[in-house]
């Protein structure tokens, strides 16, 4: 999947499941994923499995094309608990360590999106993260919409934590592709008269 934001997002290989587990394992990201405990291979590789079965789950490698011509994974997102009849999804994403402030979240984002709403037909994308998580700038960049906070639901650190919900339509996603492109054309306004 590639819809020109200088990354691809290609199905996760197997072998690519160490560096994933290095990454979720890492501090930079865990801090602000679900999960308390760290990740074993075993539980990485039952993961994988699930995975690879479940309709309800589309996860993907984060591929930066610009590093030649061999792509390098930079990160993971996805879709989880498609819910194709309600046509909505929850997204979940992160990027390696070492990859981050380059903007490959943002771009991955941007692509998941599209292909939520254009390849999928779903009606929502939602997520959720830990109320301090800076990627929240980010996620309001893509569009997605701060709804509410479930106040101390995690226990992480030491400490209560709060939940902060977002999310984004498909309405509200296409409305800002077309202020995008109309931007980027430099007419203020868009003029597109279709959906993209």
Request: proline share 3%.
């Amino acid at each position: 999947i590639n819809f020109d934001h200088g990354i691809s997002l290609d199905t996760i290989d197997i072998g690519a499941l160490g560096l994933l587990r290095r990454w979720r394992n890492d501090p930079a990201i865990s801090v602000w994923c679900r999960q308390s405990d760290l990740i074993s291979e075993q539980a990485q590789a039952d993961w994988y499995t699930r995975m690879s079965r479940d309709p309800t789950i589309r996860m993907y490698m984060v591929l930066s094309m610009d590093d030649g011509p061999k792509p390098t994974i930079v990160g993971v997102c996805g879709l989880t608990s498609l819910d194709y009849h309600n046509r909505r999804a929850e997204f979940s994403l992160y990027i390696g360590p070492e990859h981050q402030g380059q903007g490959f979240g943002l771009a991955a984002l941007k692509t998941l999106l599209s292909h939520a709403f254009v390849n999928l037909g779903l009606n929502l994308v939602w997520g959720e993260t830990i109320g301090s998580n800076p990627a929240l700038t980010m996620f309001q960049r893509c569009g997605l919409k701060r709804e509410g906070r479930r106040r101390q639901f995690y226990w992480k650190g030491g400490r209560w934590l709060d939940s902060i919900m977002v999310s984004v339509t498909a309405a509200e996603w296409r409305a800002r592709q077309r202020k995008e492109l109309g931007a980027a054309r430099g007419v203020g306004k868009a003029t597109v008269g279709h959906d993209i």
